[in-house]
T-cell receptor, first 113, second 109 residues
Framework: GAGVSQSPRYKVAKRGQDVALRCDPI?????LFWYQQALGQGPEFLTY????????KSGLPSDRFFAERPEGSVSTLKIQRTQQEDSAVYLC???????????FGQGTRLTVV | AQRVTQPEKLLSVFKGAPVELKCNYS??????LFWYVQYSRQRLQLLLR??SRESIKGFTADLNKGETSFHLKKPFAQEEDSAMYYC???????????FGPGTRLSVLP
């Protein structure tokens, strides 16, 4: 594809519901990042993959958050038992090389009601 | 701990005026610094990175290690520069990118 694609663009979830957010990085990009951006704030790092390996998950706020990239391309961020504080825009970014953060997706806006 | 600060949440300037968006960082090593921009209804995109020392859309940024700053400058602002600007750093391992809170630049006609 032409860029990083995220789906859905918008998600409304009832408190306690599980959600899955998808990221399609640019083909061939080794590095993939997930960020959480709350209203009025900058993106906050969640997790990083190099190919299929999750090398850093230090930013995941709780064990309700889980990310995977089983074949080294598409990634899914799963949030279990969503809470209102999980409401944010979730951004995915990919790059060809480590140390770069060149391309972002449009983000998924999650609203937990 | 790694941290990026952008002291101004909103900066308004008139078209043709110089603009400087401030960014300060704290990091024990030698980080790589970036500026990202988000225009209205568009995705976040890379504007420039300090190691390339290039000028993009008339913007430049110089890394000042003594002051731990990476301020973004443009001599003559244009209305199309209105956007959110985020300063970011990456650690030595190239894995953890840390963003500042962002500054909204509004260029008035």
């Amino acid at each position: 594809g032409a860029g990083v694609s995220q789906s859905p663009r918008y998600k409304v979830a009832k408190r306690g519901q599980d959600v899955a957010l998808r990221c399609d990085p640019i083909s061939g990009h080794v590095s993939l990042f997930w960020y959480q951006q709350a209203l009025g704030q900058g993106p906050e790092f969640l997790t990083y993959f190099q190919n299929e390996a999750q090398l850093d998950k230090s930013g995941l706020p709780s064990d309700r958050f889980f990310a995977e990239r089983p074949e080294g391309s598409v990634s899914t961020l799963k949030i279990q038992r969503t809470q209102q504080e999980d409401s944010a825009v979730y951004l995915c970014a990919s790059s060809l090389e480590r140390g770069q953060l060149a391309f972002f997706g449009q983000g998924t806006r999650l609203t937990v009601v | 701990a790694q941290r990026v600060t952008q002291p101004e949440k909103l900066l308004s300037v008139f078209k043709g005026a110089p603009v400087e968006l401030k960014c300060n960082y704290s990091y024990s090593g030698s980080p790589e610094l970036f500026w990202y921009v988000q225009y209205s209804r568009q995705r976040l995109q890379l504007l420039l990175r300090h190691i390339s020392r290039e000028s993009i859309k008339g913007f430049t940024a110089d890394l000042n290690k003594g002051e731990t700053s990476f301020h973004l400058k443009k001599p003559f602002a244009q209305e199309e520069d209105s956007a959110m600007y985020y300063c970011a750093l990456v650690d030595n391992y190239g894995q953890n990118f840390v963003f500042g809170p962002g500054t909204r630049l509004s260029v008035l006609p």
